[in-house]
């Protein structure tokens, strides 16, 4: 007899197998998130983006999972695979064996009768019943287009299984076809009042029968103990792999720890340095890499603490000294200016050129005045002890008297001064003098660096703010000058030509006046078109600012533009974009 194979194959069996083990496994996790909610995703998350060592382990894990599946499901299928080849093997050779006896018995038997037949049939079958390994049954199936319906019964050595219990497929390949043929199964058995399904091998081929040639025999192998070795196998690897995963894991957490956390004490100190405890410092155990980082960052901690300390006493000698010397320097500049308004008063009896340098006598020792009361403004806002005089005023009189000291200057450089708002009186909660200090510094700048051409001002409110705009179409601000033209004694152009004089501290000052107000001032220019200062002040001392009534650029228009903003003497960049109608 040949020996063929059928076209099913023996994957069901495998498949089976590796999914009743892994089954075990799949209980636990969804209690876990289910308890947990819509909690744990965010707490993972958030683990992932602030754990380095949280990073580490997850990852491990996934690169050992995606390994495990693959060198798990490879070695699982070898072995299920290797496995089932020796026992179909074995299975095919004693079948082939069987088959071979019983159809010899049964050639060389005389009865003829159907009586005899039968019995000699059922004898000659019992021969399946020997010699056999492993854990077999047989089935005597009458197959279709036989002479004589019923003429040998259908027979099986277990009453569980009879002729459904063979594929019908696979009995017509047995019915069509000559040889011994295989297939695997699954069989569904009533044992003990309960079902049992458990994969089998079926192993047939046709044999003849005197007077009637059509019937298949049948044996069919339990494969139960072959899938629990399987699931067995699968167990162990799962197994394995467990506690293996925990081994991975663990070194992960050991070593990342040990990186980790001086990074962390480090990050941590850091943050204590940076919040102005200049004592703290790292700890420092062993000579190894982290330890290196430790060592490293102690020396610079220590290094910046004593250049900090000794910017400080620098910073203190030089605020005490322009406290010290403008101060002394009012007493004889006092004397000194008596002097001069007593020549100055007398200048028309004096020749031409005397009088001239009386003159020039007389706007030095302003301009000296100017600047030592700006010296002392600023050694006060150092000290702190700069302090407001809140009243309710109104701005547009305000403005109105500032406009009206500008006249002068204005005439002098023939430039046209136009005012842009809708209001005829803001009230506003302010510091008279500091906010007319203000105004006055913008309003020079803009004389000063305009070039005679138009300067508009535009004044603006809503329901928090007012906004005041100073522009000129002058020679302009680059953005890098724009960022820095609140620092003190800073010039865009110290080679320029001055003709209001002035120390580099009035934008200084205007910011510090601004900020004590609870406002805002900003700066934007462009080379060639101009600059502009805009300023936000609260319309209640105290309340909180909202949107600019006014843009940075100072133009009806609404564009983007960036500007620095004075806040505490040092200008920051801040994107501000704000729509008003213009008057």
Known sequence: MSVAKSSHEHRALTAE??????????????????KQGKRLPQ?????????????????????MFLSFLMVGWSLSNQIATSLFENQKTQALEESTSGFRNVQSVLDSSEARSDSEIRRNVSRTLTILDAGGSGKRNWILVSLEGQGKQGFIPEQSSNNSLNSSSIPNDFKETVRDKNGVFWQTSTVTTIENNRERTYPVLIVGTHI??????????????????????????????FGGF??????????????????VHPITQTAITAEKLAAGNLDQRVSVHGEHQAARLGYSFNLMADSLQQKIVQLERLSTLQQRFVSDVSHELCTPLATVRLGTELLYDSREDMERPLSRTVELLRDQVDRFQSML????????????????????????WVLSNILQEALPHLERTNTKLNVHTSYESIMVDMDRVRIERVLRNLLYNAIEHGESRPIDVYVGANATNLGVAVRDHGIGLSEDEAVQVFNRFWRADTSRKRTLGGTGLGLSIAAEDVRLHGGTIEA???KGRGACFTMNLPLVHGAPLGESPVLVT???????HRAATAKDTLPAISPRVNVEDDA
């Open 43 to 63: 707490r993972v998350q958030r683990l992932w983006k602030e754990s380095l060592q949280f990073r580490a382990l997850g990852t491990a894990g996934i690169m």
């Open 17 to 34: 197998a590796v999914a009743s083990a892994s089954s075990r496994t799949r209980s636990s996790k969804p209690r876990k998130v289910q």
């Open 524 to 526: 934007w220019g462009e």
């Open 242 to 259: 467990c506690a293996l995963l925990a081994v991975v894991l663990s070194v992960v957490w050991i070593v990342t720890r040990l990186v």
């Open 373 to 396: 009361t700006d010296l002392l403004e600023i050694s006060r806002f150092d000290a702190g002890n700069a302090m407001l005089t809140i009243d309710t005023e109104d701005f547009i």
């Open 554 to 560: 100072g133009e009806p228009e609404a564009s983007a």
């Open 208 to 237: 003849s029968i005197a007077q009637n040639p059509n019937y298949g025999l049948f044996l069919v192998y339990d494969m139960t103990d072959s899938s629990a070795t399987i699931a067995h196998i699968n167990f162990v690897l």
